[in-house]
Structures are given as structure tokens and as C-alpha cells.
């Protein structure tokens, strides 16, 4: 087992990408904090990897909230003692009725007329309150998250981290400023934390997922703009999240040895 007796953290655990990336570490002997806001999710979780045969802690808590994150490492350590590996996964993605609607309509006019005329009118009619609540997930989360992770792991000499950026960060999404500009401080801030760290043995790596079929995805997409997304894809499909899990376990190994501040795109293909 290529993680056995490890302590790994990942954040938005209860469903999707970081469900799958904590079940996969479970797989090969970590024990597993498993984090979310929802504290069903977290259960379901926890019981599945239980019924592996490893070991789980699950925490509730919203990593926009220095406290709750602060809370949460506290409860970590006394549980474990240590730190080995955290994943920044949590994140939120919200698109308005009107944005999805507009969305559909410049699907159709580029694809009748060739060319589009008209825009989603995202930027122009977002709340404060939507931009910020986005980036305080996204990007205030993995700063508090890493914050903490760093004073356990920089002491030790040894740890890895993986940020959950995505190609909205690298190419931009239309209709998503708020997301993508997320993401693309995240994937800034990854080059620059594991530049600071790797001379105390921390590594700290991103991955920036393509299109993934997660609930996240169907709260973001409409039907006519998933069919676009799987046509720009050359792999002709979407991804899975346990493709997604993947990568994060090849960068949390030491297959990743010489792998340090670096961006992994499973997109099929498509963008980056």
C-alpha cells in the first residue's frame, strides 16, 4: 500500500472529486479526514471507507471561516499526531437562471450564424456577495488550509500539497468570472508556496481538471452547454472524478519526487 500509515486531509470530501480522491487513499492504507459543510455527505463518506477497511475522521466545517479551518487541523493532530498530505478540494460554483439562459442563446447563435453577438452578461450583473462567497471557498479556503498544513509540515521537513485549481483558471469560462479568476489565483499561488517551501521537504503541486462529471459540473452547466464542452473535448467524453483521483495520488506519492509548483491537466485534451 503506497500510502499506509499516512494522514491525508481532503477538503470537499462529501461528494464528487475529493470523494473520490479520499477513497482512493483509503484504498492504499491512509487515514483519511474527510471535510465538508455537509455533515450527511461527510457520514457517507466516512462509512464507504470504513467498508475498505480503513480509517476515517470526518469534520464539518466551511474552509471560507479561518476558525472552523484552524479548528479542524487542532482535531487532526489530536486524533493523528500528524500531517502528511493535504488536498484543497472544497469549492462552490454557482451560475443564475438568466446566466445559463443567455449561455444557451449564444450556443445557438454561434452555431446558426458562426459567430457570436451577443454576451452571458455575467460580470456586468454579479452581486458583491456572489464574487466574494466564491473566492472566500476557492481561494481564501486554500490559503487557511495550507496555512495550518504548513505549520505542521514545515516542522517536520516533510509533507505534500495538492491544490484543486482547473482549466477555468489557465483559459477563463465564460459566465464564470468569479470561478476562474478563483482558479487562477490558486494555480499563482501553488508556483509560489512551493517555491518558499520545497527547501524545507514540503512539496506543493496543482491539478487543473478539465470537464469532470461531477454534481459541481451540473450546477454550472446546461444540457446544450455540456454537449459543447464533450465536442471540445478530443477525447470525446468527460472525465470521471476517479480519473481526477488519479493525479492526486501520483502527486502525493513519491512517484512525484521531482515534481515541484507544476500544474496536471486531465482534460482530455482539451485546452492546457
Known amino acids: 500500500m503506497k500510502f499506509k500509515d499516512k494522514v491525508a486531509l481532503v477538503t470537499g470530501a462529501g461528494c464528487g472529486i475529493g470523494k473520490a480522491i479520499a477513497l482512493a487513499f483509503a484504498r492504499e492504507g491512509a487515514k483519511v479526514v474527510v471535510n465538508d459543510v455537509d455533515a450527511g455527505a461527510i457520514e457517507t463518506t466516512v462509512a464507504e471507507i470504513a467498508k475498505l477497511g480503513g480509517q476515517g475522521l470526518g469534520i464539518a466545517a466551511d474552509v471560507s471561516q479561518a476558525k472552523e479551518v484552524k479548528d479542524m487541523f487542532a482535531r487532526t493532530m489530536k486524533k493523528f499526531g500528524t500531517l502528511d498530505i493535504l488536498v484543497n478540494n472544497a469549492g462552490i460554483a454557482r451560475s443564475t437562471d438568466e446566466v445559463l439562459k443567455r449561455g444557451d442563446a449564444c450556443i445557438q447563435e454561434l452555431m446558426t450564424s458562426g459567430r457570436m453577438t451577443t454576451s452571458v452578461e455575467a460580470t456586468r450583473n454579479m452581486t458583491d456577495e456572489a464574487w466574494d462567497r466564491v473566492l472566500a471557498v476557492h481561494l481564501n479556503g486554500t490559503f487557511y488550509c495550507t496555512r495550518e498544513a504548513l505549520n505542521i509540515m514545515e516542522d517536520r521537513g516533510s509533507g505534500k500539497i495538492i491544490n484543486m485549481a482547473s482549466i477555468a483558471g489557465i483559459v477563463g469560462l465564460p459566465g464564470s468570472p468569479d470561478y476562474s479568476a478563483a482558479k ?35 450546477n454550472m452547466l446546461t444540457p446544450t452547454f455540456r454537449f459543447v464542452a464533450v465536442t471540445q473535448t478530443p477525447i470525446g467524453r468527460m472525465g470521471t472524478p476517479e480519473e481526477v483521483a488519479a493525479v492526486a495520488m501520483f502527486l502525493a506519492s513519491e512517484d512525484s519526487s521531482f515534481i515541484v509548483g507544476q500544474v496536471i491537466c486531465p482534460s482530455g485534451g482539451a485546452y492546457g
Do not use: C, H, M, Q
Not at 520545497?198 to 451540473?218: C, E, F, H, K, Q
Open 184 to 218: 487562477g489565483a490558486i494555480i499563482a499561488f501553488t508556483k509560489s508556496v512551493a517555491r518558499e517551501v520545497i527547501s524545507r521537504g514540503v512539496y506543493v503541486n496543482a491539478i487543473a481538471p478539465g470537464w469532470i462529471d461531477t454534481p459541481l459540473l451540473t
